[in-house]
């Protein structure tokens, strides 16, 4: 006779890259990441926090920096849109977040 018991389900949510972020956010968003949003809101793709670093590309707006230098500025673009979708997601602009969805595919 086994008594096995089921692992709990944790709710998630996964984003257009396939990452997965728990539903329940245990986190407010910091000043700098309220911030950038407002100004991604505002400058749309102009405003994106992209950088040359040497020969390598960032992304980096005040506090909030790429751990990866990339190879080229499309791969930094890339990893910032990825990071912006991320915050959307945890601010709670799941109405903006969707309408960004339909307009890339």
């Known amino acids: 006779m086994s008594?096995?018991?089921a692992a709990p389900r944790i709710p998630y949510g996964r984003l257009a890259d396939g990452t997965i972020i728990p539903d329940?956010?245990?986190r407010e968003l910091t000043l700098d990441e309220r911030d950038l949003l407002q100004h991604i809101m505002r400058w749309g793709?102009?405003?994106y926090p992209v950088q040359k670093l040497g020969s390598r590309w960032i992304f980096s707006w005040r506090s909030i920096q790429t751990p990866?230098?990339?190879r080229t500025k499309r791969e930094a673009t890339e990893a910032f849109e990825r990071y912006h979708e991320v915050l959307l997601y945890l601010s709670g602009q799941?109405?903006?977040?969707?309408a960004l969805r339909r307009s890339s595919s």
């Open 45 to 47: 793709s102009d405003g």
């Open 94 to 98: 799941h109405a903006r977040l969707a």
């Open 24 to 26: 329940d956010n245990p």
């Open 3 to 5: 008594s096995a018991v």
């Open 68 to 70: 990866t230098l990339y």
